[in-house]
Each structure stands twice: as structure tokens, then as C-alpha cells.
């Protein structure tokens, strides 16, 4: 009888387990939200709407739907949506970075190019 | 509970049990986290991306281990593909950071190449303008010393031709006192006939005066020496008249030594008769032929002998 009850209890654990794995309760993720706004803001300081258009919007869209899904208290959804808005945004910047540097080095190789044939044109005219 | 219930219990454990087990046998593909591992899996082989974005790469790694355990625990396909997105994300994102740094360098070495190319022209330049205000200088300089070696030149051949004019104007003073002849031979003074008596070989006192004048011409001008020739007319013996012309002359010579001329500078001819200058026909003539000629050289010594 003893015993029964034990493996009762162990039954009834484990179907209130497997709910709980189903729909689990999750705070609202305002933190989070925080933080995807701020990669958003460095994104764009360093360049990202003009080099990542792309990965830009997806982060402000993505943004956007997770403060909708938090207003719905769907704090799953939104903790996701931040979560991908974060690393859109992440992206974007690396990217931004990425194409500044490229651009910078293009435009010294131009400037060294200018210097070489003013050299050359001082050298022999 | 009688035993029979204790079964059926147990045999609800089990299915239940078997049944969550299940969810975590063979799961179903997922595309998304197919698609985050084929990227991981080519960022991993990438040595650009491995060497220049380590930590990147593990945060992509970890999101991705994640997945992977949710998806091997048969989670929703939302969850795992949430993951997987994030995994995918980072993947990128530590490309991303890997081309960032290699671009990073390529600006620092540009820079420096640009530096490098800066120094350059600057140094051209400099060199340039070192080598060109040298030519100037040296332009300048040689200038400067053409100029002065002009001026003394001009200075000097001005003195030298003032010099000479001096002289020969000095020379002119002197020879017109001298009441000398310029000739082919040189400067030629004739003692006539009158500064000796007749047939006498002894100067007179009034021919001293021309005697000082030339023994003073001969202390200026020491290179020149002097030439002193006599003559007579065509009247008396021949061998006679030869006589009185080199007596004559010589005692010019005396003269002219005795008034401090070196005998050395002092030669003497006697002619006689010849080289007559007018007609012995008559005693005008005859006069004239009877003297003493004396020849002055030139500045180094020379006169051309009689012939």
C-alpha cells in the first residue's frame, strides 16, 4: 500500500512535469528588450543603416513584435523575438564595421596611388 | 488496492514514461538547425575565420550545442529552430568580426604605405629644393667670382694700359728731348759736326749737354743699350777719315761713360767715308756728313748693324 502511493506520487510528478515543460511561466523579458534596443543603437553609431540595411530591419521588426508579444504577455515569444533582434543587430554591426575598414583601406590605396603618379610626374615632367 | 490495480498502475508508469522517452528517440530533420550546423561547420574549417574570431566563434558554438540538445530532447521545432537561428546569427557574426580585423589590418598597412609614400615626396622635395638652392648658390658664387676676377682683370689691364701709356708717353717726353730720330734702327741722335773742332777727335763742352740727356735716358731705360757710329766727309785720305770717325766715336763713348753709362751697354763703329747722309759736293753737304750718330736700342738690347 505503502509502496503503491509512492509510485502514485511519481506518476503524478511526472504528468505535472511534463505540463509544466509544455507552458512554463517566463517573466516578462524588459531586460532583454533593453538590451536588443541598445545593440540596435550601437548598430546604427556604427554605421549599420547605411552598410546593413538588411539585418537592420529585420532587428527593428524583430524589435517591435517582441514588445507586441510582451503587451499580449506572451513573454515566450518575446523573449525569443528580442533574443533574434539582439543578434540581427549584432550582425548588422559587425558588418557596418567590416565595410567602414574596407572603404577606408580602398580610399588610402587611392590616395597612394594619387601620391605615386605626382611623384613620378615631379620626377620626370 | 488489490494487486491487479498495482498493475495497471505500473503499466501506466511505464507508457507514460515510454511515452516522453519517445520524444527524445529519432527526431524529425529540422532545416534550420541543418542549415546553422553547415555554416558552423564551414566557419570552423576557415582558418580566417578561426585565427582572427575565436570567441565569436564559440558563442556561435554554444547556441548551436543548444540546439541541438533541445533537438535531440525532441523540443518544439520553434524552440530548436529559435536556437538554431541564433547559432546561425552568430556564425555570421564571428565571419563578420574575422573580415572586420583582416580589413583593420589592411588599414594600418595602408596607412603606413601611405606614411611611407608621404616620407617619399617630402624627401623628393626637400631633396629637390636642397639640390636646386645648391645650384643656385653655386651659380651665385661662380657669379660672383667671374665678376671679380673680371673687375681685377679690367682693374689691372686699366692700370697696365695706363701704365704703358704713361710710359710711352714718358718714353715720348724723353725722346723729343733727346731730339732723337725714330728710325728702322731705333732711336737715332746725331751729334753734328759743329760739337767737334776740325780734324779733331775731342768733344766740345756744348756737346755734354746731349751727352747727360742720353746717359740720363740710359739710367731709366737699363735694357737698352746704345750703338755710337762716326762719319766723315769724302774730303782727306780715305784710311785717315776711318780714323777720325772711330776717334770720334770713341770719345763719345768716353762721354758717355764718364757720365755713368757702363761701357758694356756702349758699342762703337767707325765708317769713314761711307753711309754718307748728303752730297759731298758741297760744304753744306760735307757738313752734314761729318758726325756722330747715336742709335738707341730697343727695350731688349737689339740694333740692327749697318750693311
Redesign the interface.
Known sequence: ?RS?SL??L??LL??AG?LVGCSSKVPPPTQKLSLSEAAINQAEAAGAVEFAPLEMRSSREKLAQAREAMNEEDNQKAL?LA??AE??A??AE??A??AK??K??YV??E??QT??K??ER??NP | ?NRN??YV??F??VV??SV?LAGCGPPIKNVDLEKAQASFAAAKMDPVVVNNAPLGLQTAESSLQTAERLWKADAKPAEVS?HA??AL??T??AR??A??KI??E??EA??S??AR??L??RT??AD?ATKSAELARRQAQEQSTLLAVKTIEGQQSAEAASAAEARAKQLEAEVAELQAIKSERGLVITLGDVLFDTGQAELKGSAMVTISKIANFMRTYPTRTLLVEGFTDSRGAEAYNLDLSQLRANAVRSALTASGVEAARVAVRGYGESYPVASNETPVGQQLNRRVEVIISDEEGHIVERR
Open positions: 500500500m503503491l509510485l502514485n511519481l506518476l511526472l504528468v511534463s525569443k533574443e533574434q543578434v540581427d549584432q550582425l559587425a558588418k564595421r567590416t575598414a574596407q577606408t583601406v588610402l590605396q590616395s597612394i601620391l605615386k605626382e611623384i615631379k620626377a | 488496492m490495480n498495482r498502475c505500473f501506466a508508469l507514460l514514461t516522453l529559435h537561428y541564433l546569427q552568430r555570421a557574426i563578420e568580426t573580415n572586420q580589413a583593420e589592411s588599414v595602408a596607412s604605405a601611405r609614400v608621404l617619399e615626396a623628393y622635395e629637390e
